[in-house]
T-cell receptor, first 115, second 111 residues
Framework: NAGVTQTPKFQVLKTGQSMTLQCAQD?????MSWYRQDPGMGLRLIHY???????DQGEVPNGYNVSRSTTEDFPLRLLSAAPSQTSVYFC??????????????FGNGTRLTVT | EDQVTQSPEALRLQEGESSSLNCSYTVSGLRGLFWYRQDPGKGPEFLFT???AGEEKEKERLKATLTKKESFLHITAPKPEDSATYLCAVQANTGFQKLVFGTGTRLLVSP
């Protein structure tokens, strides 16, 4: 049972480069989300999706794009990387946050450094 | 604006020395309060969900409680393997698709 799988685990980018962080879940969860975790700031929501074809912005969406073409996958795209995007990125999924009794399941993160 | 404040930032205990972690919150109607454990280099791992004041949940040496303004995570007779960062998050009735997280409490249990 893989749960939430994130790739890559580590990435170094130069300012201005673009890349895609991958996230896949095998639990048939309808809700998927991306968070970033920075020291002293806690986890902050970037984008989320409540189902295939539906995405919405979270607290810190600027500089990031998402799409949800399948239930399983929810990639996060950095369009033009900036040093301020150096962080640890977590993908999380849930059967449904609407119900309130289905917690988020997290992947093990992608540690991104932008130089 | 929904907010979560956790204290202390860090806590060092001796094995067997019980203590409590605090999570204070302000939210426009609480749908749920969540506790997670996070080990270094890993993603948060779900521990508990609490829904209403007075509710309690237990798992091994951990017990979570909830009031209208805060939640406590009580650790009874901790062991070194309980060392981790403990995160608290709230889900509001409005904007329920978003969880708001605290910055966590780093717990170190020494043998």
């Amino acid at each position: 049972n893989a749960g939430v799988t994130q790739t890559p685990k580590f990435q170094v980018l130069k300012t201005g480069q673009s890349m895609t962080l991958q996230c896949a879940q095998d639990m048939n969860h309808e809700y998927m989300s991306w968070y970033r975790q920075d020291p002293g700031m806690g986890l902050r929501l970037i984008h989320y999706s409540v189902g295939a074809g539906i995405t919405d912005q979270g607290e810190v969406p600027n500089g990031y794009n998402v799409s949800r073409s399948t239930t399983e996958d929810f990639p996060l795209r950095l369009l033009s990387a900036a040093p301020s995007q150096t962080s640890v990125y977590f993908c999380a999924s849930s059967y449904s946050l609407r119900a309130g009794n289905s917690p988020l399941h997290f992947g093990n993160g992608t540690r991104l450094t932008v130089t | 604006e929904d907010q979560v404040t956790q204290s202390p930032e860090a806590l060092r205990l001796q094995e067997g020395e019980s203590s409590s972690l605090n999570c204070s919150y302000t939210v426009s109607g609480l749908r749920g309060l969540f506790w997670y454990r996070q080990d270094p280099g890993k993603g948060p791992e779900f521990l508990f969900t609490l829904y209403s004041a007075g509710e309690e949940k237990e798992k091994e040496r951990l017990k979570a409680t909830l009031t209208k303004k805060e939640s406590f995570l009580h650790i009874t007779a901790p062991k070194p393997e309980d060392s981790a960062t403990y995160l608290c998050a709230v889900q509001a009735n409005t904007g329920f698709q978003k969880l708001v997280f605290g910055t966590g409490t780093r717990l170190l249990v020494s043998p």
